[in-house]
């Protein structure tokens, strides 16, 4: 039985190696980790996005588990095209191209420069379907505005003050869950405030 001479060299002290071993043996030890598996880490990243995370919790039991397993639906599994996403969530392809466009949905290119999605992509496009189509416009206007986090404010103060008007059609389940995910979005602002070049990783933003 033969043995690849890198793995041999993991075997030899360093001073009974060839010349020819030891640069071996450093090469694969400088050898960077591919363009695919660092946008893969990245990601994974995006996925633990605390903010992804409410959005998950947002789906029903036939989404979350067609996020879990495209392949059931389209007989194979991540990354998926744009062609692919459509098929499974049941946006056009027209939609995910502009809601791509406008960076709501996380997304990476690959070296041909097409959009390939992962978990993360199909959760925020299972949320953007069930949302209504003015609702979804205002999002895409709140990250194209020139101040989008000044946008936000607005938003969330106006919908706010309107929502919390009348006690008697809270529903204490939806008043954690609003309660929770305002505690994340304010755990990852104050985050992103103290290194602004964490976004990406905190909050899921598109590359």
Same mark, same amino acid.
């Given at each position: 039985?033969?043995? %690849?001479?890198?793995?041999?060299?993991?075997?030899?002290?360093?001073?009974?190696?060839?010349?020819?071993?030891?640069?071996?043996?450093?090469?694969?030890?400088?050898? *960077? %980790? !591919?363009?695919?598996?660092?946008?893969? /880490?990245?990601?994974?990243?995006?996925?633990? !996005?605390?903010?992804?995370?409410?959005?998950?919790?947002? /789906?029903? &039991?036939? *989404? $979350?588990?067609?996020?879990?397993?495209?392949?059931?639906?389209?007989?194979?599994?991540? %990354?998926?095209?744009?062609?692919?996403?459509?098929?499974?969530?049941?946006?056009?392809?027209?939609?995910? $191209?502009?809601?791509? @466009?406008?960076? /709501?949905? %996380?997304?990476?290119?690959? *070296?041909?420069?097409?959009?390939?999605?992962?978990?993360?992509?199909?959760?925020?496009?299972?949320?953007?379907?069930?949302?209504?189509?003015?609702?979804?416009?205002?999002?895409? &206007?709140?990250?194209?505005?020139?101040?989008?986090?000044?946008?936000?404010?607005?938003?969330?103060?106006?919908?706010?003050?309107?929502?919390?008007?009348?006690?008697?059609?809270?529903?204490?389940?939806?008043?954690?869950? #609003? @309660?929770? #995910?305002?505690? /994340?979005?304010? &755990?990852?602002?104050? @985050?992103?405030?103290?290194?602004? @070049?964490?976004?990406?990783?905190?909050?899921?933003?598109?590359?």
């Amino acid at each position: 039985m033969t043995f %690849p001479i890198t793995s041999t060299c993991d075997r030899l002290p360093l001073m009974t190696m060839t010349s020819t071993q030891r640069a071996l043996l450093k090469k694969r030890a400088q050898r *960077q %980790p !591919s363009a695919r598996r660092m946008e893969g /880490l990245r990601q994974d990243q995006v996925l633990r !996005s605390p903010l992804v995370r409410t959005l998950w919790d947002s /789906l029903s &039991d036939t *989404q $979350q588990a067609l996020v879990l397993n495209p392949d059931r639906e389209l007989g194979k599994r991540y %990354p998926l095209s744009t062609g692919e996403l459509s098929g499974l969530t049941g946006m056009s392809k027209r939609q995910v $191209q502009y809601w791509s @466009e406008r960076r /709501l949905l %996380p997304h990476w290119l690959d *070296q041909r420069g097409h959009r390939r999605f992962e978990a993360a992509g199909v959760i925020v496009a299972f949320a953007l379907s069930d949302s209504k189509q003015h609702d979804r416009q205002h999002y895409a &206007d709140v990250a194209a505005d020139s101040q989008p986090l000044a946008s936000m404010r607005r938003a969330i103060s106006v919908v706010g003050l309107s929502a919390l008007s009348s006690s008697d059609k809270l529903d204490p389940d939806e008043l954690e869950h #609003t @309660e929770r #995910t305002l505690r /994340l979005l304010a &755990d990852a602002l104050h @985050e992103v405030r103290k290194d602004p @070049e964490s976004s990406p990783q905190i909050v899921g933003l598109v590359a």
